[in-house]
């Protein structure tokens, strides 16, 4: 693989919203990660001389979208919790201190939700809302973006 190939390999990832794309030929590895929420493309790629990626993994996350988009439909009576920084969400202050929130508790306005981590800075993220947590939309310990979903709410 020469470098037209591997800057067009690059290129195309940035564009397609797929989160990490690797490669592996004969004595040839690479791996191409993006800061982007994750999307998970499970596709076969025909090794050749010089594999072009783009066509199958085009096909595969056209058909990953639809689905998400029908998903969010579901989800229009509940108000979402969105990060309001770029960091590291972590359900407990500390491993050995229990959840803040799990689902099905209720919360208020002020509740303590998350500690999100940013530049060793820990910011606890409060609710707006008052009402019953349906889904956690993060792994503890995952990296979040700005305006990321964090959690599903049920309002009162």
């Known amino acids: 693989m020469d470098i037209k190939q591997i800057q067009d390999l690059i290129r195309f990832v940035a564009k397609s919203g797929v989160n990490e794309v690797a490669i592996e030929q004969n004595e040839f590895k690479i791996t191409i990660k993006t800061n982007q929420a994750a999307t998970y493309v499970n596709a076969t790629v025909p090794t050749a001389p010089h594999p072009v990626a783009a066509a199958p993994v085009t096909e595969t996350v056209a058909h990953i979208a639809a689905p998400a988009v029908a998903a969010a439909d579901d989800n229009s009576n509940y108000v979402t919790i969105k990060s309001p920084m770029i960091g590291t969400f972590y359900r407990s202050a500390s491993p050995d201190k229990?959840?803040?929130?799990?689902?099905?508790?209720?919360?208020?306005?002020?509740?303590?939700?998350?500690?999100?981590?940013?530049?060793?800075?820990?910011?606890?993220?409060?609710?707006?809302?008052?009402?019953?947590?349906?889904k956690i939309l993060v792994d503890n310990a995952s990296p979040v973006e700005y305006d990321q979903p964090l959690f599903l709410v049920e309002p009162k």
Do not use: H, Q, Y
């Open 98 to 134: 229990p959840m803040m929130v799990n689902v099905g508790d209720e919360i208020n306005s002020g509740t303590v939700l998350c500690i999100i981590e940013a530049m060793k800075l820990f910011n606890e993220i409060e609710a707006e809302i008052s009402g019953r947590i349906v």
